[in-house]
Nanobody, 120 residues
Framework: QVRLVESGGGLVQAGGSLRLSCAASGSIFSIDAMRWYRQAPGKQRELVAAITSGGSTNYADSVKGRFTISRDNAKNTVYLEMNSLKPEDAAVYYC??????????????WGQGTQVTVSS
């Protein structure tokens, strides 16, 4: 069994910063790409940032230059550093990872989500 658990969300003023973490645990053999998505009320879930196992990254245009994704492979953890936050960044942020288990099953796993609220 594999779990992804996010933390670090909360309420911040516009222009402020937050750091999200997502730790994977369980019967993990390897983790490929790790991603952050977000979903605001009434909107579709969108990809915010992604990082490969080798450390290559890509970002949504709306967050480029403000958000940084990173990972600690030894800890099976991915981070999202969010700076210069805007009210439009408010959403539930979800962690996603492509994981191969020790039984060699490969699947997409999701965290439960963490709320980010940005006040103007």
């Amino acid at each position: 069994q594999v779990r992804l658990v996010e933390s670090g969300g909360g309420l911040v003023q516009a222009g402020g910063s937050l750091r999200l973490s997502c730790a994977a645990s369980g019967s993990i053999f390897s983790i490929d790409a790790m991603r952050w998505y977000r979903q605001a009320p009434g909107k579709q879930r969108e990809l915010v940032a992604a990082i490969t196992s080798g450390g290559s990254t890509n970002y949504a245009d709306s967050v480029k230059g403000r958000f940084t994704i990173s990972r600690d492979n030894a800890k099976n953890t991915v981070y999202l550093e969010m700076n210069s936050l805007k009210p439009e960044d408010a959403a539930v942020y979800y962690c996603n990872a492509k994981i191969q288990t020790k039984k060699l099953y490969v699947g997409d796993y999701w965290g439960q989500g963490t709320q980010v609220t940005v006040s103007s």
